[in-house]
């Protein structure tokens, strides 16, 4: 179990984009992640920065696991935000075999770089609208567990249904490698009630992003918006989830990245503590 950060949240907004692959400073993160005393780090592949992300070659690879080691920061998780400019479900034939292709290639760098899980996006642009959007990704997440399996790498998938029609989605899908993530931020802007959600799927909720939001808007420092995340950690602790903690949180003054980063960490890791969970006891 272990507190990480989603990648690009220690350096300023690339290209004033709230987030995305650090295509210039990406290195520079695994030293400001142990400086902010976090065990790991999620790594973004996204459509516009892909050409430039090492997890793409060997040699960046073999950087990526250099720095990782050289800064005792973890790289196990990859948010494939590919695929929110080429949705899963929302693709013709054509469309959805080369996105398939893309996800079977990710899923073998993943297996080289040691990571264990990629989060699939199915929200805002990419999100599931219809029984056709869902009967779309029921399939095609079908056709690469098998592949998930073999390369050691679980599906999480990240989702703006409701609690009842996520765990139907999750059900179409009893795989070992095929979990939730749960995102605190997501759910309190959709008006998502914690216990329902806990209660309908918490059993195969994989990993969790730490993030706040106001109902029906946008995400907000920690503790200012409609999220309860003390009671969505207690009611995890009180589950026995085992996963990690990843804090996709709201950004703060360009150029303050690392102390922005010291402070949601000190005041995540009271809540978890507050919580029941023992994280972060590494550092």
């Known amino acids: 179990m272990r507190l990480a950060v989603m990648q690009g949240r220690?350096?300023?907004?690339?290209?004033?984009?709230?987030?995305?692959?650090?295509?210039?400073?990406?290195?520079?993160?695994?030293?400001?992640?142990a400086e902010a005393s976090l065990d790991a780090i999620e790594w973004i592949y996204d459509f516009s920065g892909e050409d430039e992300n090492p997890i793409g070659t060997d040699d960046g690879l073999a950087e990526m696991r250099?720095?990782?080691?050289?800064?005792?920061?973890?790289v196990v998780s990859v948010c494939a935000d590919y695929f929110m400019?080429?949705?899963?479900?929302?693709?013709?034939a054509i469309e959805s075999k080369e996105r398939i292709d893309k996800l079977l290639w990710l899923l073998d760098r993943c297996k080289l770089a040691g990571v264990r899980r990629v989060v699939i996006p199915f929200v805002d642009n990419s999100r599931i609208d219809n029984d056709a959007d869902e009967a779309r990704a029921v399939e095609v997440l079908r056709r690469v567990l098998?592949?998930?399996?073999?390369?050691?790498?679980?599906?999480?998938?990240?989702?703006?249904?409701?609690?009842?029609?996520?765990?139907?989605?999750?059900?179409?899908?009893?795989h070992p490698y095929l979990k939730a993530n749960y995102d605190?931020?997501?759910?309190?802007?959709?008006?998502?009630?914690?216990?329902?959600?806990?209660?309908?799927?918490?059993?195969?909720?994989?990993?969790?992003?730490?993030?706040?939001?106001?109902?029906?808007?946008?995400?907000v420092p920690l503790g200012t918006g409609n999220a309860d995340i003390p009671l969505v950690l207690s009611e995890l602790f009180r589950i026995g989830?085992?996963?990690?903690?990843?804090?996709?949180?709201?950004?703060?003054?360009?150029?303050?990245?690392?102390?922005?980063?010291?402070?949601?960490?000190?005041?995540?890791?009271?809540?978890?503590?507050?919580?029941?969970?023992?994280v972060g006891a590494n550092r």
């Not at 004033?16 to 210039?24: D, K, L, S, Y």
């Not at 400019?85 to 013709?92: F, H, M, V, W």
């Not at 592949?147 to 009893?174: C, I, M, V, W």
Request: with cysteine; proline share 5%.
């Open 241 to 278: 989830y085992k996963g990690d903690f990843v804090m996709q949180i709201a950004r703060g003054e360009a150029g303050k990245e690392l102390p922005w980063i010291r402070h949601n960490r000190d005041l995540v890791l009271g809540q978890l503590h507050a919580a029941g969970f023992g």
């Open 184 to 219: 605190a931020g997501n759910s309190a802007s959709l008006g998502y009630d914690v216990l329902e959600e806990i209660a309908a799927y918490g059993a195969r909720i994989g990993s969790v992003h730490i993030k706040d939001r106001v109902r029906g808007g946008g995400t």
């Open 66 to 74: 250099r720095l990782a080691e050289e800064c005792n920061i973890a």
């Open 85 to 92: 400019e080429c949705p899963l479900a929302k693709a013709d």
């Open 10 to 33: 220690l350096l300023p907004p690339s290209d004033g984009c709230f987030q995305c692959f650090p295509r210039v400073r990406w290195k520079e993160e695994f030293s400001l992640a």
């Open 146 to 174: 098998g592949y998930a399996e073999g390369a050691n790498t679980e599906l999480h998938l990240e989702t703006s249904l409701d609690p009842q029609r996520f765990a139907s989605l999750l059900d179409k899908l009893p």
